[in-house]
């Protein structure tokens, strides 16, 4: 080859790699959509993810199907649904044959790397250039940006398009991070699932400054690629992940847990403070990311669906309605507690199933509640929010219902998200709603057979049963 042609080939594929797209997406962890003010919070300050909602598109009906931080990711990642990658339970990893979007971009040229929290596995169903960890103990903020500017100068030399997850750590608990006196917990407003206590008042306060922690990241992100004029040709989003560790959002199917925040800069194609409320599932991200970016996926490589027609303002749905789950196995104080939850919801209504409801579902954060009312003459000596429902004094009965409800749950709760989308109403059973209930469980169950999960009890078990047999043999 002459140095002319070699020249003309170079000078090709640097225009060739120029022209594709890059993506730069940013993960909370266990941060409560509803925190932020593009979704209506009044309290928390998140400028930068308010302005980027202005800049871009909110995503009004974005849903994950499990409200647990390895579930979440490997579907995420993978575009396949917990069911089909063996990740109902936390702390699981993907079955072996699963693809993710690396196996997708790599083809294409893309460099595609993920930095700070992972919580996927194993490495040959998520091969990604690994930029390392970050602390929770510290404000990471500043690692994750010098980790990134490498990453993204490194792709400059190589003429690579990228890719790039970054994790965060801001929003899990224990709150270490942020700037809590930015708030004051007295005229924090508390929403109506949760019940006031100076306890949880407090914990606020610490949950909203790591929030405004992560909206600086954001910030910061954006300032980089504008510095480096790539904004306009970059893909950005943010995403809260799950609910939060508070009561009935993480670890639940309740829409505070599944309902996922989601906002994204979309060069060419979103219009500046456009909405998509048609249902979409974080396994669409995934294929909609290899649609954009020219990658071709096989029938049946996932479960997600491309939205990119959303972005015209197609009112064609692309899902009729999103499925949800809960394991509670493999949980810190829980691991073999046998309560199943299953959910379905169509843009109005949310129909959750408890198999298991004549027994207690508990996790981690419910832990030191369900101990006290076992046993009232249990004294903490630190009373988490959970702990501080119980011990308070002359509740009133809509506190008594929810103290109920943080262990106890009907067998169906259906709830009329328009008229009550904190979900407090359980319409179950109702005269009016019974042919809605009726559709909906019909569906459910379709669906379940269809994913062999007709019976979670059963399910539940089997996951039980693989922890004992790990135990043994340690």
């Known amino acids: ?18 022209g594709k797209k890059n993506v730069i997406f940013v993960l909370a962890d266990d941060m409560s959509r509803d925190t932020w003010g593009a979704y209506g919070g009044k309290d928390c300050l998140t400028p930068n993810i308010d302005q980027l909602t202005r800049d871009g598109t909110r995503f009004d009906r974005a849903y994950c199907t499990v409200a647990m931080c390895a579930p979440f990711r490997q579907e995420l990642y993978s575009g396949r649904s917990p069911w089909r990658t063996g990740t109902l339970p936390n702390h699981s990893k993907s079955v072996r044959g699963t693809k993710s979007i690396v196996h997708y ?15 996927v596995g194993p490495a040959e169903c998520y091969p990604f250039e690994k930029l390392g960890d970050v602390s929770k103990q510290v404000d990471a903020n500043p690692e994750i940006m010098e980790k990134a500017k490498t990453f993204l100068d490194d792709c400059k030399k190589t003429e690579n398009p990228f890719c790039l997850f970054i994790g965060s750590h801001d929003s899990h608990a224990p709150f270490t991070t942020g700037d809590p006196s930015a708030y004051d917990a007295q005229k924090i407003t508390i929403p109506p699932y949760w019940i006031d206590t100076p306890e ?13 922690n992560f909206d600086h990241l954001v910030g910061l992100m954006r300032k980089e690629l504008e510095k480096r004029n790539l904004w306009k040709n970059t893909i950005f989003m943010v995403c809260s992940e799950q609910g939060t560790q508070l009561p009935f959002a993480k670890w639940t199917c309740y829409d505070n847990g599944l309902h996922t925040g989601l906002v994204a800069y979309w060069p060419n194609r979103s219009k500046p403070g456009s909405v998509i409320k048609e249902l979409v599932s974080t396994a669409d991200i995934t294929p909609s990311l290899v649609d954009e970016l020219g990658g071709k996926l096989i029938k049946g490589a996932v479960d997600g669906k491309s939205f ?11 899902h009729q309605y999103l499925f949800g789950a809960f394991t509670n196995c493999r949980i810190i104080d829980n691991r073999e507690r046998i309560y199943p939850i299953r959910s379905i919801r169509d843009k109005r209504y949310s129909l959750i199933h408890n198999p298991n409801y004549q027994s207690m579902t508990s996790n981690v954060t419910l832990t030191q509640a369900l101990k006290m009312i076992e046993d009232p003459t249990t004294e903490p000596n630190d009373l988490n929010p959970p702990g501080s429902w119980v011990a308070k004094p002359a509740k009133n009965t809509v506190e008594q219902a929810l103290v109920h409800k943080l262990h106890n749950r009907d067998e169906f709760e259906l709830y009329d998200l328009r008229k009550d989308p904190f979900e407090i109403k359980n319409l179950a059973g109702h005269p009016g709603y019974q042919k809605i209930q009726k559709r909906l469980q019909t569906a459910l169950i379709a669906k379940l057979t269809e994913l062999g999960d ?4 059963a399910t539940e078990k089997g996951f039980a049963s693989v922890n004992s047999k790990k135990a043994k043999q340690n």
Do not use: C, W
């Open 1 to 18: 080859m002459t140095s002319k042609t070699a020249l003309l080939s170079f000078t090709f594929f640097t225009l060739i790699a120029s």
């Open 105 to 119: 971009l790599k083809p294409l040229g893309y460099r595609v790397a993920l930095l700070g929290k992972s919580h």
């Open 200 to 212: 949880l008042r407090q914990v606020m306060v610490q949950y909203y400054a790591e929030i405004t």
């Open 308 to 318: 990119l027609n959303l972005f015209k303002g197609e009112e064609e749905p692309i």
């Open 454 to 457: 007709d019976n979670p009890i």
